[in-house]
């Protein structure tokens, strides 16, 4: 079977196992938005009644008949883009909230994976050819180190020191209250000013990955004939680093770049929790803890999907730079 059939066929059976986990994920677990908002009535003291059950199903739309008619009528909804209306809010479609924190997002963890991937890789490619060397000791403890904080606590530490203790930037959020979300200078300006922090603790404990890994293959590739051959014959020092040892260095990266810029529109949940950014991270977050079925569906399926794309497009161009995966 040609190799492109055989992926085409994988990509089409994991799409359709994936939807399908999709949609038994949040009915496997435990509660419901009901129960969740029940809960919230009982707790200030009343006393929950039938009736309010009853209206309190029939606002959230609760999923109701046997799983296999849900089922049936969740794929006709995916194959039209239909997600339903989201529980955490009645009066919005699914598909507004996704489309509302889906630039915050793209934005943001797109514009930091892209400078990740760059800057660790430029300097994993300088540790890797100097190695033993004093830049390579100090790229990679200094990467190592920072990459070693959880996200969370590093955003907290930026929070308190650089917008409590100093206040620079603001302490959280996407913009200042009372601004109307435009392409105007003042806006955009806003919007950066409450973007930096989260973009300065991603880059700080992601960095790392990238720096290391592309060492590591560059130290690989610089044992092979050819890197000898090349510097036997005298050729530059830079013409070897990159365009002999870097370049067939590459190629693992790039696939590891291909499957995190997959991952970006799922945000990053612990950053944009700690910072109230208004990305598809803390949309998650949120539809988890209010137990919203439809939002939760749409997000995990949107990441789902997107996740396998990358899987195989990055399959059909790996086999473009490397003939030998064919076999």
């Known amino acids: 079977m040609p190799y492109a059939l055989r992926k085409t066929i994988q990509f089409l059976l994991t799409l359709w196992a994936a939807v399908t986990v999709n949609f038994l ?60 209306v989201s529980y955490t809010d009645p009066t919005q479609p699914v598909i507004d909230t996704i489309r509302q924190a889906l630039p915050w997002t793209l934005v943001l963890i797109g514009f930091c994976t892209i400078f990740q991937f760059v800057i660790g890789t430029l300097l994993g490619v300088l540790a890797g050819w100097r190695r033993g060397r004093g830049i390579d000791t100090t790229l990679t403890l200094s990467t190592t180190f920072a990459g070693a904080f959880p996200p969370f606590w590093a955003g907290l530490l930026l929070l308190y020191v650089f917008a409590f203790k100093f206040r620079w930037w603001p302490l959280g959020g996407g913009y200042t209250d009372g601004l109307t979300p435009s ?4 806006f955009l300006g806003d919007a950066a000013a409450h973007s930096i922090l989260p973009a300065l603790t991603l880059v700080i404990t992601g960095m790392g990955g990238w720096v290391l890994g592309m060492r590591n293959n ?6 092979e004939d050819y890197v000898t051959f090349a ?97």
């Open 25 to 84: 994920l949040p009915r496997l677990m435990p509660g419901s938005p009901t129960d969740a908002a029940l809960a919230k009535i009982a707790s200030t003291g009343q006393v929950v009644t039938d009736a309010q059950r009853r209206a309190i199903e029939l606002q959230l739309g609760s999923p109701s008949g046997s799983v296999f008619s849900q089922y049936f009528a969740y794929l006709n909804n995916v194959v039209h883009l239909q997600f339903g």
């Open 183 to 186: 392409l105007n200078l003042t």
């Open 231 to 327: 510097e036997a014959n005298g050729l530059r020092t830079r013409t070897v680093a990159l365009r002999y040892a870097a370049r067939n260095a590459l190629l693992p990266p790039l696939t590891s770049f291909g499957l995190t810029l997959a991952a970006v529109v799922g945000g990053s949940v612990l950053v944009e929790g700690v910072f109230s950014y208004p990305g598809v991270g803390l949309v998650l977050y949120r539809a988890v803890s209010n137990r919203d079925y439809p939002l939760m569906q749409a997000l995990f399926l949107i990441i789902t999907v997107t996740t396998l794309v990358a899987i195989y497009l990055v399959d059909m161009l790996y086999v473009r730079l490397d003939p030998r995966v064919r076999r």
């Open 218 to 223: 560059m130290i690989s590739t610089l044992g």
